[in-house]
């Protein structure tokens, strides 16, 4: 009965800022982490972020660091995606995901871990 429901997506100018949500329910946030993975059109599906069931921990893919922020407020069953400095590269279907794991583990990347997925949400950056 997990359920995710995502929100945020946007047309978006180059060197912009958005803000993609992810809202939980049917599951103690304490016990499950949180991924983002993004699909390109005609691409493979690929990690974008992670965060621990607690909110302590975090992880990014190399192409995102510096510019993307994973964090949750659980007091609203909430995680959030903050993405900055927006790059035409950054343009795909932006997904939530949830595993019924606390820890970030050693393979947080693998989308097949995550048991629970969002609908997407659609994210284009262009001038």
Do not use: H
């Not at 304490?30 to 690929?46: I, N, T």
């Not at 343009?91 to 609908?119: E, F, H, K, M």
């Amino acid at each position: 009965q997990l359920r995710l429901v995502e929100s945020g997506g946007d047309l978006v100018q180059p060197g912009g800022s958005l803000r993609l949500s992810c809202v939980a329910s049917g599951l103690n946030d304490d016990y499950y982490s949180v991924g983002w993975f993004r699909q390109p059109a005609g691409k493979e599906r690929e990690f974008v972020a992670v965060i621990n069931g607690a909110g302590s921990g975090t992880r990014y893919a190399d192409s995102v660091k510096g510019r993307f922020t994973i964090s949750r407020d659980r007091t609203k069953n909430t995680v959030y995606l903050q993405m900055n400095s927006l790059k035409p590269d950054d343009t795909a279907t932006y997904y939530c995901a949830a595993r019924p794991v606390p820890g970030i583990t050693t393979t947080p990347g693998v989308s097949g871990l995550y048991d629970s997925w969002g609908q997407g949400t659609q994210v284009t950056v262009s001038s």
